[in-house]
């Protein structure tokens, strides 16, 4: 299974891009790259996935190296409501099965 | 909007007593799984199923059972509670991989046996 790696803390200010880097050089070309985050004492939430191309959504955008070894979550304009822990994952296995590693605390502040 | 809802926000329970989370999705989803959430060990899968009255174990199954008898419902069962399973219990649904592959998740359940 692939590894991410994710500082475990950021900071960014109130409307200004949050950028949340995340490592897994051990990918396999199959495995697609997920970003969930965990608002306190509620469920992860879906944000984005790709492969291998940059991809954007209402929420977020996800850039992707071409080596696909990193990726980085972009917020555009930080609220205090995205505060919450950032989990990057890389997918496995059969039926959907998501390995949740410790995630980045983001904080965003006023 | 797709939505899962667990049975009870808060519970508290007694060692040795019978335990059922329940767990309802409303988008017809095939995949259905139930993860268990503790501080620095993140989320661990206990178990899962891909069809009614299928289910597969995950990482973590000991001293848990699951039922799926209809599609839209997934109970987590803990046949006689201990103390070491006071945790947040998360259920999850997900549409078939040909479809997507993005989970969706309950608000949680914190269980707190005594």
């Known amino acids: 299974d692939a590894k991410t790696t994710q500082p475990p803390s950021m900071d960014c200010a109130e409307g200004r891009a949050a950028n949340l880097p995340c490592n897994h050089s051990t990918i396999s070309g199959n495995e697609y790259v997920y970003w969930y985050r965990q608002i306190h004492s509620q469920g992860p939430q879906y944000i984005i996935h790709g492969l291998k191309n940059n991809e954007t959504n209402e929420m977020a955008s996800l850039i992707i190296t071409e080596d696909r070894k990193s990726s980085t979550l972009i917020l555009p304009h930080a609220t205090l409501r995205d505060t919450a822990v950032y989990y990057c994952?890389?997918?496995?296995?059969?039926?959907?099965?998501?390995?949740f590693g410790a995630g980045t605390i983001l904080r965003v502040k006023s | 909007d797709v939505k899962v809802t667990q049975s009870s926000r808060y519970l508290v329970k007694r060692t040795g007593e019978k335990v059922f989370l329940e767990c309802v999705q409303d988008m017809d989803h095939e995949n259905m799984f139930w993860y268990r959430q503790d501080p620095g060990l993140g989320l661990r899968l206990i178990y899962f199923s891909y069809d009614v009255k299928m289910k597969e174990k995950g990482d973590i199954p000991e001293g848990y059972s699951v039922s799926r008898e209809k599609k839209e419902r997934f109970s987590l069962i803990l046949e006689s509670a201990s103390t070491n399973q006071t945790s947040m219990y998360l259920c999850a649904s997900s549409p078939p991989l040909s479809l997507g592959r993005e989970q969706y998740f309950g608000p949680g359940t914190r269980l707190t046996v005594t």
């Open positions: 994952i890389v997918r496995v296995g059969y039926g959907n099965k998501l390995v």
